[in-house]
Structure formats: structure tokens, C-alpha cells
């Protein structure tokens, strides 16, 4: 029997589907491990003290933070607004006995007054998490500038992974009250034959 004319667009479907799986789960991997090492690279090169205070904004399963910890960081802090995730990183904290790792349930767009004063705060991917809510994108994304002003000390850095925001945007996103200092290198990916970057990551300074 001759095949039907939906074959070949089942055929492409399939395609489609298995190439946003494989760079879906590279997704995953460039916001685990080699966002990771970016982060602590560049901590590293520019001589950042081990005993500056350190945020994790969203810091979900906390491994960020066991990383920091085991290169010699000292003063590290977690806040996740999802108790669940709070509690899975209480978990790895334990399993990797880390003492020096603070970890608190927080809403970064409310703050609480003592989550002050840092002199580095890391996103990597929770600020794209917030730009993607449904219920005023554009409010909650000024409330997230607004809440880095207030937690970050002036010339603190702020490193800022995202997979949705070109440089351009982000620039325009924290024009008010940092600077960039630097965009670090991410993988470049090929897709129908273009040339993109899924993934930007950027050093800000509060002015």
C-alpha cells in the first residue's frame, strides 16, 4: 500500500521532537555542571575574597552552592520561594556536610528585611522563570531589579544566566543601578542551519 501523505510530516514531527530533546537535556546540562564551573571560573579569575557574602537567587536543588562551598567559599546563602526545594537542598547540604551553607524559604520579589547586604548574587535561570509568569511579566520583572538593588551591596556583582534574554534585553532589563562588566561564553548551538545562542550569562556591577 502506498504510505500516506502524513507519513513524512510524521517523520519530521519526529525529528523535531527527538532535536528538542537532545537540546533540551543539553539545556539541562549547560544550567548544570557547565554554568557551574563558568560561575566559579570568573569568581576565581578575578581573585573574588572566599569570605565574601554570597546569594544564590532560586537556588533549587542547592548544588551551586556544595560547588562553591568545596572551591572555598565560605559565606553562602540559598533562598527559594519553594519549601520543596529548600528541603531537597537541606538534604544535599547534609549529604555533603556542609555547615557554611545557609538555606531560606523566600519570595526574592518580597524580600525580607535580613536578606541584605551581599556581595555577590548569582540567577541562573530564576529571573527567566519570573519573566515567563503569566500575571504581569513586565511588574515582576521590575520588583526582581528592585529586590537586587536592595540584597546586593553597591559594586557587588550580580552573575545572570538566562536561556530566555539576549544580552541586549538584559541590558536594557538592569539599566537601572548596574553596569555590565563582562558576558561570559556559552555554547553556541545550530538550529535550521542559524547560528544562536541559547544561553546568555553576564556580570552586572551595582553602581
Known amino acids: 500500500s502506498s504510505p500516506s501523505p502524513n507519513s513524512s510530516w510524521d517523520a519530521a514531527y519526529e525529528r523535531e521532537l527527538q532535536t528538542f530533546q537532545d537540546i533540551g537535556d543539553t539545556g539541562e546540562i549547560w544550567f548544570g555542571e557547565e554554568s557551574m564551573v ?7 579569575k578575578h581573585k573574588v ?12 536543588n542547592g548544588v551551586l552552592l556544595v560547588e562553591l562551598a568545596k572551591s572555598g567559599f565560605m ?9 520543596a526545594a529548600i528541603q531537597l537542598s537541606e538534604k544535599v ?3 555533603e556536610g556542609m555547615s557554611n551553607i545557609k538555606l531560606k524559604v ?3 520579589l518580597a524580600p525580607s528585611a535580613e536578606l541584605s547586604g551581599f556581595d555577590i548574587c548569582i540567577d541562573k535561570g530564576t529571573f527567566d522563570a519570573i519573566s515567563l509568569d503569566p500575571g504581569d511579566a513586565a511588574g515582576k520583572r521590575k520588583l526582581y531589579v528592585g529586590s537586587l538593588g536592595r540584597v546586593l551591596k553597591p559594586e ?8 530566555n534574554w539576549t544580552k541586549e534585553e538584559l541590558l536594557n532589563e538592569f539599566r537601572e543601578g548596574f ?12 538550529f535550521g542551519g542559524r547560528i544562536g545562542n541559547s544561553v546568555t550569562a553576564l556580570v552586572f556591577q551595582r553602581k
Do not use: A
Not at 563558568?38 to 576565581?44: D, F, P, T, V, Y
Not at 559565606?75 to 519549601?83: F, H, V
Not at 557587588?156 to 536561556?163: A, Q, V, W
Open 106 to 108: 523566600e519570595d526574592f
Open 93 to 95: 547540604r547534609e549529604k
Open 38 to 44: 563558568r560561575i566559579i571560573r570568573w569568581l576565581e
Open 156 to 163: 557587588g556583582f550580580f552573575l545572570i544566566t538566562s536561556c
Open 179 to 190: 553596569e555590565i562588566l563582562e558576558e561570559l561564553p556559552t555554547p553556541k548551538f545550530c
Open 75 to 83: 559565606n553562602l546563602t540559598g533562598i527559594d520561594y519553594s519549601p
Open 49 to 60: 575574597p572566599l569570605d565574601s557574602s554570597v546569594l544564590d537567587i532560586g537556588t533549587g
